[in-house]
């Protein structure tokens, strides 16, 4: 019998939170609770390390992402999307795929090949020099399954991942294990071991590009919300360095600093509340300081922020979204050191678009250049940095989408690829198993249909627990504080499945 364990995410703080309760003003809004007021003890590291999660919202197409390439599993491709360039066809063209050919050897019967989407020259370019790797076929898993296992009615032995195919609650469980409604994530957990490693830094432990989301929330750590041009300020309540004032009368944005901000109050609450407040006033300065001293035109940073520039076929410059954001991310990195030389930390950014129901073989492309040019880029900026071998980026979505053509689109999903980019990786390499190219008929008991659960949804070979499992390690997370994170971990031990044997998660130097 397997049961989710949502306790192992929260034994292990119970009594550090109830210690720290009258502290941390747990009812702050969302907007202001921005500091960590608390440590873990967890490990203890001298090095740098920092994983940077690229969400990919509405669930990305996986089969035009990475690319059946070889010629018998392209042909069923080509069947189940339509011939490339003919009505409502969402294939694409096989000569098309050469220039992002992807040089490792080939997978399961020493015939696959794939491509990455024709917009994706840059992280082809990475993986085949060893850069970037590929997790193929991963997704939310409570226990290993088969086809089997998903047409059971004995949910207490085959337990589904709960809400399969809804995106806001997929997006949640990719991020934290549990559907919408979440409050921690696992970046936020490893975030809440590495605190003591971080010492004073700990605002700085977690910190998000983009919207508010559960992957950077812990027990302790809390997501500190950067915008792609600097901290967000908070100008109206009068603070020194922020001149603006609400309605533009200042002695009303005094009143409000001193009582947002006053150390005066006798309300325990009232003092917590107050406490981050002033700190996230205090860490917005610090910040914009920071990034900014990463703007000096005599030291090295302009060259590697200066890579993040998508074209396109007219050498036009697009404004990327994603660009933009790690453009931040890399100037957070450069600039740690005067964020109180933090030894570990999590980053996320976002892309959103995704969910081509139609309109994907036009809309899909400019996605995949954003996602291909800003990662590229990134890692060339860690590289110029020197810590390449120091920063993991990697992808994740809420679902991957269906095989099966819908019209004009695909429909969702569950399974997906990924792509895992950085210094460390053993590149040029796939991960996970690679199910043969089938539509997933479920009435068929044919080997090309076991993983797939219907028009071609991928039945996930690795779990999204696997996966963050491998990134935990690398980050420093031991062996033994693994299941208190990743709940569903503990019931992944064999590395075989239905008879076949595969390194199931990317590899790290």
């Known amino acids: 019998m397997y049961l989710i364990r949502p306790d192992l995410h929260t034994r292990r ?19 202001l609770n921005l500091a960590a007021m608390g440590e873990a003890a967890a490990f203890n590291a001298n090095d740098y390390k920092a994983l940077v999660c690229v969400f990919l919202y509405g669930g990305n ?3 035009n992402t990475v690319v059946t390439y070889d010629t018998a599993s392209y042909d069923l491709y080509t069947k189940a999307r339509g011939v490339p360039g003919a009505g409502g066809s969402i294939s694409i063209d096989r000569n098309a795929l050469t220039p992002t050919l992807l040089n490792a050897a080939p997978l399961n019967d020493g015939n696959r090949q794939f491509a990455l989407h024709p917009a994706m020259g840059g992280l082809a370019g990475l993986f ?7 997790q193929l076929n991963v997704g939310p898993l409570v226990v290993p399954m088969d086809k089997v296992g998903y047409q059971s009615s004995n949910r207490t032995s085959y337990p589904l991942p709960p809400k399969l195919f809804s995106h806001n609650d997929q997006q949640s469980i990719w991020q934290s294990s549990s559907p919408e409604g979440s409050t921690k994530g696992w970046g936020g957990e490893m975030g809440d071991l590495a605190l003591q490693s971080n010492g004073g830094s700990s605002l700085f432990t977690c910190m998000s590009v983009t919207s508010n989301s559960v992957f950077l929330t812990g027990d302790s750590a809390q997501s500190y919300q950067v915008g792609s041009d600097g901290p967000v300020e908070i100008y109206s309540i009068g603070m020194p360095g922020t001149p603006r004032y609400p309605y533009g009368f200042e002695e009303m944005g005094k009143a409000m600093g001193t009582v947002t901000t006053g150390v005066g109050m006798n309300n325990q609450l009232e003092k917590a509340y107050n406490t981050v407040t002033k700190r996230a006033v205090e860490s917005q300065a610090t910040i914009s300081a920071a990034i900014k001293s990463t703007d000096d035109v005599n030291n090295i940073y302009p060259k590697p922020f200066d890579k993040f520039v998508s074209k396109d076929a007219q ?11 790690l453009r931040m991310v ?5 600039a740690r050191t005067a964020l109180g030389d933090p030894k570990r930390q999590v980053f996320m950014v976002s892309l959103g678009g995704f969910d081509l129901h139609d309109n994907l073989i036009q809309r899909q492309p400019v996605l995949m250049q954003y996602l291909s040019d800003a990662m590229t880029a990134f890692y060339q900026a860690t590289f110029d940095l020197g810590v390449a071998d120091k920063v993991t980026a990697f992808t994740a979505s809420d679902f991957g989408r269906t095989l099966n053509n819908n019209g004009d689109g695909s429909d969702h999903g569950w399974g997906s690829h990924h792509m895992v980019v950085g210094g460390a990786v053993k590149g040029k390499s796939f991960y996970g198993y690679a199910p043969p190219v089938g539509n997933g008929d479920l009435r068929s008991t044919a080997d090309v249909d076991q993983w797939h659960v219907g028009q071609g949804r991928l039945l996930p070979t690795t779990s999204v627990d696997q996966y963050a499992a491998t990134l935990a390690k690398w980050f420093g997370v031991d062996d033994g504080e693994l299941n208190g994170i990743l709940p569903n971990l503990r019931n992944f031990t064999a590395q075989t499945q239905s008879g076949i044997v595969y390194p199931r998660t990317v590899g790290f130097v």
Request: aromatic residues 4%; glycine residues 6%.
């Open 330 to 334: 890399a100037r957070l990195i450069a």
């Open 13 to 31: 703080a119970f009594l550090r939170r109830s210690a720290q309760l009258a502290a941390t003003g747990v009812a702050l809004p969302t907007a």
């Open 61 to 63: 197409d996986y089969a």
């Open 128 to 134: 085949n020099s060893g850069k970037a790797a590929v």
């Open 315 to 325: 050498g036009n410059v697009l404004r990327n979204p994603l660009n933009d954001q």
